[in-house]
């Protein structure tokens, strides 16, 4: 039977897989990319479906990404030292703010190419997070050996 801190790692890394795939999904959707620097050059018809699904996808990002956090600040409680927790949430909290900054610049203009401009700046803030702070955190993780009580 898996051990609490075996679970803990799992889900974390599904979770991260998600995210990632998001992130993937959010890119992928502009074929513009390069050839325009605003939505509002795009052709009309495609400029409907796509602005309405990077939204869509930017708002499960960062749905996905809150929930996430928390999930790792959850089980960083009662099984992380408080220097790693402390540093690690205050990361978190570093990311919840560049996820606003996406939010507040598609709300205002809704320039899918500057939300996926603000999308590729918090890959690369993801990336570096899962190396400083995920696997120290999955390192205490797997330390825990308590069998879960279903």
């Given at each position: ?17 998600h ?40 708002r ?37 703010k ?6 507040v ?15 590729d ?9 899962l ?20």
């Open positions: 039977m898996a051990t609490v801190g075996e679970i803990a790692v799992e889900r974390i890394r599904r979770d991260h897989e995210m990632l795939g998001l992130i993937e999904r959010i890119r992928a959707e502009c074929t513009q990319r390069g050839i325009i620097s605003n939505c509002a050059d795009c052709n009309p018809t495609r400029h409907v479906i796509c602005h309405g699904n990077i939204e869509l996808l930017i499960s990002f960062v749905e996905s990404t809150l929930k996430h956090n928390l999930i790792e600040s959850m089980f960083m409680e009662e099984h992380v030292p408080a220097e790693h927790r402390i540093a690690h949430n205050q990361a978190h909290i570093e990311i919840a560049q996820l606003k900054a996406i939010r610049i598609f709300s205002e203009d809704g320039n899918c190419i500057l939300a996926i401009e603000g999308i700046r918090i890959h690369q803030t993801l990336l570096d997070h190396k400083d702070y995920d696997r120290q955190l999955e390192s205490y993780l797997m330390e825990v050996t308590l069998v879960p009580q279903f």
